[in-house]
Structure formats: structure tokens, C-alpha cells
């Protein structure tokens, strides 16, 4: 943990998006909702390390804020936690008892990691129906209040594809998914409804998580991350990490260059 938050300071980064799982059905974090609904014993589908926890706090020490990243959905690749949560297939409407069982996973990880996580990121929210019935029991609202139980300031967005990177997917929503494959768009070229900040997500490397260089050298990003930032967005770099959890040091000696001209103006 120490190291690598030592890279994301030198990196310059003003906040760090941590994924806690995404469609295996394991999580980097303990969760015991979801053991119980899945039946299993804590480390079998959730670490019992609290690595989150870990990172948030020494994160908040250099004051870089933490954001977790989640799927709007239940892990697609594992059809024994999808039955257990009572989901479907992404590409159709949450269920009533998804919405319940997954608001309630996510309400015990914001409030156990409170005003040390600053926002979520939500992936695949692909079918907002499902979540849009304001008069059902369960709704996005229900999911929304869950994941603020912790932090009632965490910023939300909810991803529907790079296609609609930077729409408002339902009033809980504060910043844009900004899903991208190449740098370019700005707050100008694709503004954010009112009242929503605005950022870009983009990879560094070949693919997501993946590369062994950066696809950009720092002389083609610092003009871009300068005019975005100085419109008042963000820019977000997906990286590649090491199986020691080290950013490589081919990709760091670009994050540190735009971290020297950050420090320069």
C-alpha cells in the first residue's frame, strides 16, 4: 500500500479509482451480505484483507481522494451469485430483489469505508428501466441512498457506454461516466447536463488493465489534460499493474511529467 500510494502521489493524480471486482464474482474487499446471500464463508468470494480500507486511509494522507469501482449488476460470469442475487442479464431490467440485495452489498461497504471513499463509479448501467420506477420499492433512489449511507457527498456516475459517456443516467448522478477509447473529447465538444461534473476515462496502455507502454507520450497529453482541466473537467487514466501492485515504471515516467508541468503552473 505505501508504495504504491507513493507512485500515485508522484503520479499527481488528485484521486484514486480503486475496482473492487467486477464479473468474476470476487471481490478485493470483505462483504458479509453478499457471503450470506451466496451462503459462503468470508474468503472464499470476498478477501478478508480490507485492502480499501488500507489504501483510503493512506490515500487520505497525501490527500488524494479514493473512488470505488463497481458494475450496476450482479458478476455476469457467475451464474451461482447472479441466482443468489436475483439478477439477470445485464442487458435486461433489474429485478426488485437485485436492486434490494445489491443496494444493500454496496450500503455495507459505504459505511464501513465512509468519507474515506469520495465517489463510485458505476459500470453497465445499460437498462436504466429497471432501476427507473420511482414508484416500486426498489429503485435507483433505494441503490443511491445505500451506496451515500457512509459519504451522503460521494459523487456518483453510472456507465451506459461510450456511446452515452456523458449523459445524466438518473438525478443521483453528479460526474459523467466519460467512458472513452481515445483522448480529444472536451467539455466543450461534449458538455455535461447542468449541474454535473465533467470527466474523461481512458486507458494508457494497449487495452484496459492492459500494455506495456503508454499508447501517449506526455508531450500529446499535456496540452489535452491542460485545456480539460482548465475548462473544469478531468481526465482519468486507466493503468496496468504489476502482480506486485506497482504501476510500471514505463507508464510512471509519463504520469510523472504531467505531474512536474501540474507542478510548474
Given at each position: 500500500?505505501d ?7 508522484e503520479?499527481?493524480a488528485?484521486?484514486?479509482?480503486l475496482?473492487?471486482g ?22 472464499q ?7 480499501p ?14 473512488v470505488?469501482?463497481?458494475p ?10 447472479m441466482?443468489?442475487?436475483g439478477?439477470?442479464?445485464e442487458r ?9 440485495n ?12 465512509g468519507t474515506l471513499?469520495?465517489g463510485?463509479?458505476?459500470d453497465?448501467?445499460y ?27 460521494a ?8 456511446k452515452?459517456?456523458?449523459i ?14 481515445h483522448i480529444?473529447s472536451?467539455?466543450?465538444?461534449h ?18 488493465g ?5 499508447r501517449?507520450?506526455?508531450?500529446k ?29 514505463s ?15
Amino acid at each position: 500500500v505505501d508504495s504504491f500510494v507513493k507512485q500515485v502521489k508522484e503520479s499527481g493524480a488528485e484521486y484514486f479509482i480503486l475496482t473492487l471486482g467486477q464479473n468474476s464474482g470476487y471481490y478485493c474487499a470483505p462483504n458479509r451480505t453478499y457471503d450470506k446471500l451466496l451462503g459462503v464463508e468470508p474468503g472464499q468470494k470476498t478477501a478478508t484483507r480490507d485492502l480499501p480500507l488500507e489504501l483510503g486511509k493512506a490515500l487520505q494522507k497525501e490527500n488524494i481522494r479514493l473512488v470505488l469501482y463497481l458494475p450496476s449488476r450482479a458478476p455476469q460470469r457467475d451464474a451461482k451469485a447472479m441466482s443468489a442475487l436475483g439478477d439477470v442479464h445485464e442487458r435486461k431490467p433489474a429485478p426488485q430483489v437485485f436492486i434490494k440485495n445489491w443496494s444493500d452489498i454496496c450500503r455495507e461497504w459505504s459505511k464501513r469505508y465512509g468519507t474515506l471513499v469520495s465517489g463510485w463509479w458505476f459500470d453497465g448501467y445499460y437498462v436504466p428501466a429497471g432501476w427507473a420506477d420511482l414508484q416500486a420499492e426498489h429503485n435507483w433512489k433505494t441503490w443511491a441512498e445505500a451506496v451515500r449511507a457512509g459519504n451522503p457527498d460521494a459523487e456518483l456516475a453510472f456507465n451506459r457506454g461510450t456511446k452515452r459517456a456523458y449523459i445524466r443516467s438518473n438525478d443521483a448522478q453528479t460526474y459523467t461516466a466519460g467512458e472513452a477509447r481515445h483522448i480529444g473529447s472536451t467539455p466543450e465538444s461534449h458538455p455535461a447536463p447542468k449541474g454535473m461534473k465533467w470527466q474523461l476515462l481512458t486507458y494508457l496502455g494497449r487495452t484496459w488493465g492492459q500494455g506495456s507502454k503508454p499508447r501517449y507520450s506526455a508531450d500529446k497529453l499535456i496540452p489535452y489534460v491542460d485545456k480539460v482541466n482548465a475548462l473544469g473537467g478531468s481526465v482519468t487514466f486507466d493503468v496496468p499493474l504489476s502482480s506486485e501492485g506497482a504501476i510500471p515504471e514505463s507508464f510512471m515516467t509519463v504520469l510523472r511529467d504531467l505531474a512536474k508541468k501540474k507542478r510548474k503552473d
